[in-house]
């Protein structure tokens, strides 16, 4: 089945309601400090770590995919998180840097290491954004 309707919200009839659409934002960003483990970070849906190595640390469906919008939330006043971000995202570069997310993979691009959504650039520019160095 393309679409489990279990897996998603189901849609209302309500008008839209900005102080509601922000609560909901804050419970996201609240069900994201509980679930994070430092050094393990966050667990992944089982479809989402086929044929990879967990953690996921990518920018697409990983760790920095969660740092980088956590942040974007906290920039925007959206949301805080109790998270230390900048440790969060070097933590995941260092994790990275361990074991890439698609190491098991048999057909790789033939340079995986400088993909944005799946490679170690999205780990790189979100530790950096996060924790600027050279």
């Known amino acids: 089945m393309l679409y489990d309707p279990a897996n998603h919200e189901p849609l209302t009839t309500d008008t839209w309601d900005a102080d509601r659409a922000r609560e909901r934002i804050r419970a996201i960003v609240a069900d994201a400090d509980e679930s994070f483990d430092r050094e393990r970070l966050w667990p992944a849906q089982e479809w989402d770590v086929w044929q990879a190595a967990a953690p996921l640390k990518n920018l697409y469906v990983g760790a920095s995919g969660v740092v980088w919008a956590l942040d ?63």
């Open 72 to 134: 974007a939330l906290r920039r925007r006043g959206l949301a805080e998180t109790r998270i230390d971000l900048e440790g969060a995202a070097l933590r995941t570069l260092e994790l990275w840097r361990e074991l890439p997310d698609y190491t098991q993979w048999e057909d790789l691009p033939s340079a995986p290491a400088a993909a944005l959504l799946t490679g170690e650039s999205g780990p790189l520019v979100v530790a950096w954004r996060l924790a600027p160095d050279r």
